[in-house]
């Protein structure tokens, strides 16, 4: 099993779509989970972390769930500006570094 | 302002060369990492340090070396040994304790002429 795997897309969706990413990971003693963003040539950028009890951040809600070893991003009432590129990261064994997925595409179009 | 500088953005390398990325950062970060992403790929942990004048490998070093003489700076050199050099390379910094998120420099495009 690849240490964070995530399904490619692309996801195709309207403007006001509700659009939801998994992301599942194979370390089961990662503390710290990580949704970032990535725009076509640009840097990744932190779009939120991921807490145990969930958490939420405006249109934009992660979920955690350790038993079955996977993250999920909810993003609601999607924006042409959601389109990008969504990276699953989850801390290595040694929780020294990141390990990145390699990203759900999302195109929201009008 | 506070963050983490990456040069150049553009660089071309002819074969048999050795190139050296730079990467600055002022958020008095103990940890610093670089990565590389292939198109359509995810990133790939190349190097990282926790603590200067200490790094580790990480998935992909061979070809690459690296320093920490400072706190500051963490450049990248990729060697003629490194066959496939063309790719996105990112660098990035993060506060160490906790399991804190990374921040990233706006990345070197790497080419061979």
Known sequence: RKEVEQDPGPFNVPEGATVAFNCTYSNSASQSFFWYRQDCRKEPKLLMSVYSSGNEDGRFTAQLNRASQYISLLIRDSKLSDSATYLCVVYNQAGTALIFGKGTTLSVSS | ?113
């Open chain 2, 1 to 113: 302002d506070g963050g983490i500088t990456q040069s150049p953005k553009y660089l071309f390398r002819k074969e048999g060369q050795n190139v050296t990325l730079s990467c600055e950062q002022n958020l008095n970060h103990d940890a610093m990492y670089w990565y590389r992403q292939d198109p359509g790929q995810g990133l790939r942990l190349i190097y990282y340090s926790q603590i200067v004048n200490d790094f580790q490998k990480g998935d992909i070093a061979e070809g690459y070396s690296v320093s920490r003489e400072k706190k500051e700076s963490f450049p990248l050199t990729v060697t003629s040994a490194q066959k496939n050099p063309t790719a996105f390379y990112l660098c990035a910094s993060r506060v160490t304790g906790g399991n804190q998120p990374q921040h990233f420099g706006d990345g070197t495009r790497l080419s061979i002429l």
